[in-house]
């Protein structure tokens, strides 16, 4: 039987659901965790088994996102004002059970929906409170909401990533000899083996034309990757630039780690990235996307890397290239579907420090990253008659081939009737260039309501002032923003 339920919408937040799932059941146990797509078998009755589920399940989990309350079907009504809409259905089914925890969680930027907002059915739902699953903080998030759901359901929880715990502390000691062995055991004989990285997904969505992954090893949170031994010898560790993060669309590849281990007269370098998929498809992790400039040599990668990155997930992989026995320069090419997005400079000398790069790095998908930010307070930025436009929040990332804009809008429409924020046009002035937004999800704003959106752009890495302009029928306005 799950304890817990995860309510979701797929066009919202399917990423975000699947990856929680998976969290949730590292932390509390197998198969105590219910997502429909997970657990229905092929042919099953959609609503029994949902019905049946929630009658079972001592949590509920509702995942929201920043197009949950407004979601809309093809006639343009809402999908929670229908007695027959299935989230409206699940939630509602959860709130009327007593003794079932109900716990909102905000993904993706969201904010809590106000009750008065909510059908009468599930209004509830808006008094409750909720907890934020943020990218940058999602291991100390769902440790937070695994400990709450446990302490609700009086079950222990499962040492997760990164995670303290004091729940389930007596049962880590009464079994601490064994554990360990078993480990010590895990390690001497599966040192090399790893999961393959496969979801099922068709290859049709993988780029690059690639092959499907091989069916052995990968080096996803391994120590080495497929077919190759564990580094014992006299390698040592590199120094990592501190600005090598790469994006490109939805991809970000963070360099985490490098060891360099020499064999005779040769040498093997070895790359340790964390790649965030941020996007709604899967992407194909393999050694054609990295190239290494030694001298007037182009290494390619050969470490049999080839991995699917599903949908907003996060995962590390290592990279194998082989080393001319001279040079202590080099620079690292990333490229995605051929193209180079970027080259990071590497110096292969040694650090007196031990090799690092068999070990998964500790932290989250942005706990790299080079962040500054361009705008703390609230700063107006349209005046409209109706429709006012707030600029609540900019910030800018600094990667190695861009510099990520992302500004944080907040709009309030006076009018009795819906207006749509992406009726505001925006604009960065960057140099000689007038770029438009990388992302600009369209947000109804509305009658005498407020709504909130982010919008991304991406200028050039050397950028340090650029100009943010809004306009909206006949209201125009322009913002500089310092950006390094």
């Known amino acids: 039987m799950a304890l817990i339920f995860i309510s979701y919408r797929r066009d919202d937040s399917a990423g975000y659901s699947g990856r929680l799932h998976e969290e949730l059941e590292n932390r509390l146990g197998s198969g105590q965790v219910f997502r429909d797509v997970e657990a229905l078998r092929p042919g099953q009755d959609f609503v029994e088994a949902i019905d049946a ?11 929201i996102g920043r197009t949950w309350l407004d979601a809309r079907d093809e006639t343009g009504r809402r999908r929670l004002d229908q007695p027959d809409d299935y989230v409206r259905l699940e939630i509602a089914a959860a709130l009327d059970r007593p003794g079932v925890l109900v716990v909102p969680a905000l993904v993706g930027g969201a904010r809590m ?13 808006g008094r409750r409170q909720a907890i934020t699953i943020r990218d940058e903080t999602w291991e100390s998030d769902v440790d937070r909401l695994a400990n709450i759901i446990a302490q609700h359901c009086g079950v222990g929880t499962i040492a997760g990533p990164g995670a303290q715990r004091t729940s389930g502390r007596s049962k880590f000691v009464g079994l601490g000899v064994a554990a360990l062995a078993v480990a010590i055991l895990a390690i001497v004989l599966g040192r090399d083996a790893g999961p393959n990285g496969s979801d099922g997904a068709d290859p049709a969505q993988r780029v690059n034309g690639a092959p499907p992954p091989a069916p052995s090893g990968s080096p996803v949170e391994s120590g080495a990757p497929a077919g190759t031994s ?43 990235f964390r790649v965030a998929n941020n996007g709604s498809g899967n992407y194909n992790l393999w050694d054609q996307s990295f190239r290494l400039a030694v001298g007037g040599d182009l290494i390619p990668a050969s470490g049999g890397l080839n991995e699917i990155s599903t949908n907003q997930s996060v995962r590390q ?22 193209d180079v997005s970027a080259e990071i400079p590497l110096d292969l000398a040694s650090t007196r420090q031990p090799p690092r790069h068999d070990t998964p790095v500790n932290g989250d998908a942005l706990s790299n990253a080079d962040i500054v930010t361009v705008v703390r307070e609230p700063t107006p930025l349209l005046n409209a008659g109706d429709m006012k436009v707030t600029l609540m929040r900019v910030t800018a990332r600094r990667f190695v081939n861009k510099t990520r804009i992302v500004l944080s809008l907040r709009a309030e429409n006076t009018a009795g009737y819906a207006r749509g924020l992406g009726d ?45 302009r809004a306009s909206f029928g006949q209201t125009n306005r322009e913002i500089g923003l310092t950006v390094r």
């Open 317 to 338: 992989v290592v990279v194998r290239f082989e080393l001319p026995p001279d040079g202590n320069r080099a620079t690292l090419r990333v490229s995605l579907r051929g």
């Open 230 to 272: 564990p580094v014992t010898a006299s390698g040592y560790a590199i120094a990592i630039p501190r600005n090598a993060e790469v994006s490109h669309e939805d991809l970000v590849y963070t360099l985490l780690a490098g060891s360099v281990v020499p064999h005779g007269a040769s040498r093997t370098l070895w790359l340790r």
């Open 53 to 63: 589920r929630l009658r079972e399940c001592r949590a509920c989990v509702a995942m």
């Open 113 to 125: 929906p106000d009750a008065q907002d909510l059908p009468a059915s599930i209004q509830a739902l």
């Open 424 to 468: 505001v046009t925006l604009r960065v002035v960057d140099g000689a260039d007038v770029l438009a937004p990388v992302s600009n999800p369209y947000v109804i704003v509305q009658g005498n309501a407020t709504a909130s959106n982010e919008v991304i752009f991406d200028v050039s890495p050397a950028s340090r002032m650029v100009v943010l």
